[in-house]
């Protein structure tokens, strides 16, 4: 053997190992460990090498095999029609080349070419390649009685539990006229949202999250205990048909149609092209629609609409002659993790930034990647040095799924935490978590790490003065990214309070600021200085106080003064504020800093609508709620009540009262440790320290029956999906939310009332598997009618 062909060869054998390998992880164990991008170009070099060598070719070469072996735990199924692959193209030509041979195969029944070398042209039918994993549905009189996995083409696995589970699977054909056997073929996927909100799912209950909607997908579908199947947002789409007793119609996008009309779900993108230059274009197009559509896909299908062509072009080795897959761009990508380096954000936050040998991914270079917390970093086990994944979904931004331990290199070094602020040096310390067991508040660490610097650090300080002028904070036109940054670089800004003082000839001159441009920036500042009490509140950027929660704080405690004042327990009063949120309010109002800022601000700011105590909040503190804040052990909240009414809903008087009116009322377990909580002076202290807050905010909840009307849909949480056409989205929640109601933006059991326009999607579909009450618009607005509101 030449040394050229002793090369080859070994390289060959070197690609076949590392390809088997790749091979086992994606199909047997759902996990892969480099990106399809990857692969392919190893299973490219493989054929190519193959191809100058044939020589070389083994029927054991993967080139020469689908899939993988099923695993263990599945019963086997036999494909009586095996369930093939499809050959890829990157690029145009690739294209160009499957029309020709197409045409070249079917030479004998096309039309002759014209004179200038064209031939007659073939219909393709045109379909996105779904990012899924393929399965064969079995319905035998039109019921379905087996679902199955490709495995490696001849056999796969038995998995029909699972698939019966999958919502859009019919269990049985709709109409009639179906053939006796019938195997469906498609892909079962999950859409990007089904996908998103089972990676938050898993965060929060720690497991580790899917690298991709494609991995997510498969490993639910080979789940051998069905039930977390059916947990799963699966999906499926029919492309194909395999084994059939009976009738069809005899081209590829008749069947589809056909199979449509049985219930069986196809893609809404079908379409039939004639000739290749047709198939560009929708090739094209879909390219365009890629990041909108609402499921993942990895390219575009083509297959020859006519059986009886399909049939004569038949198939090489692991792939039809009469189809071909045009991949795009890929949306992972291998790269180099050069560095870890650390920003601190608006809150102090200092979060980890993976600084990456750069990379096109689907078309975008990337040198950066988001790594969130040093959770995340540990549960990528990520070291700098490492090779890993970085993907790019949409207009997110890129993210590093996984590390590609294969690879990592000998002199890989951790990734640690700093101990000083990178921007200011000052002190890094990991902020705490607030639990509540026993009565009792305890801390453990958590894992965000803040910068303790506050305004006093710059990068702090341009994210709060960003913040505090954005559209939904104090609505500071004018004022973009890189003119905060030029003002607190000068030392201009020193604080947002600062913004109200200055001055024509402080702004004129920098970059970006001519005399117009100044004046109107002024203008704009000038025109902020009313600000609602909400909007204000919002625009301080505390800690896990978005709009929402600034909104609730100032319609219950409606002043300033209150909401700084506020003790946790008061707070954890308002619809939303957990304990944590509550004391990162607290907190925030504690600081010195932060207190000075403020101050400063109330001297140049006229904050509007503080007045009365909110009546929603009025309405549901009660001491009975009081007590069940203290988390007494073994009081429950019917005890709570029971004690409140006895002692004439007085503190006082219940912390008065004695072992024996105490038993008068409560069993004797609750009534001990009623006791024991009081007796402790700091428990007592700080009970009666709510409740003079409680009662200095205006509430009186001693006096016999306090006449507060709560708002008609006060405790109810709404929710709004689908286009709504009679008024904007913005609209109906405020409408709402005057009425009392949280508008929240998923469904859940505690759900009162969906609003559904058209287009509703996934929403629906919960809030009617859980059997929620759902209006239309038109029901909306009568309701709003019913309730006195004008829509
Ligand atoms: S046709 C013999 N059509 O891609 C033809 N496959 O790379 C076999 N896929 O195993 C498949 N969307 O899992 C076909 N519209 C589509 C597809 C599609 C996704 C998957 C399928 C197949 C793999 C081949």
Redesign the pocket.
Known sequence: MSTDSTQAAQRILDLRTELDGHNQRYYVLDQPSIPDAEYDRLFRELQALEAAHPDLISVDSPTQRVGGAPRAGFTEVRHEVP????G?AFAEADMLDFDRRVREGLADDLPPGDLFGGGAEVEYVC????????VSLLYVEGQLVRGAT?GDGSTGEDISANVRTVRNIPLKLQGSGWPAVLEV?G?VFMAKAGFDALNQRQLESGAKPFANPRNAAAGSLRQLDSKITASRPLAFCC??IGQVEGELPDTQLGILQTLQTWGVPI?LELYLARGIDACQAYYQRIGAKREALPYEIDGV?F?VNNLAWQRELGFRAR??RW?I?HKFPAMEELTELLDVEFQVGRTGAVTPVARLKPVKVAGVMVANATLHNMDEVARLGLMIGDTVIIRRAGDVIPQVVQVVLERRPLDARAVEIPASCPVCGSHVERTQLVKRSKGKESFSAGSIYRCVGRLACQAQLKQAIIHFVSRRAMDIDGLGEKSVEQLVDLGLVQSPADLYRLQFDQLVGLEGFAELSSNNLLAAIDNSRKPELARFIYALGIPDVGEETAKVLARSLASLERIKRALPEVLTYLPDVGLEVAHEIHEFFSDAHNQNVIEQLGQVLDIQGQGELGAEFAACTTLAGLLDKLHIPSLGPTGAKTLASKFGESLPKLLEADWLDLRQTLSEKPANAVREFFSVAEQRERALKIEAQLREFGMHWESEKRVVAGLPLAGQTWVLTGTLELMSREHAKAKLEALGAKVAGSVSAKTHCVVAGPGAGSKLAKASELGLRVLDEAGFVEQLQALGVTP
Not at 83 to 86: F, Q, Y
Request: hydrophobic share 35%; glycine share 8%; no cysteine.
């Open positions: 369930m093939l692959s499809l890829n379909e996105p390649k779904l990012d899924g994993l393929a490709r073929r892909e492309y194909g893609s299908v297959k792939e039809p189809a897959a």
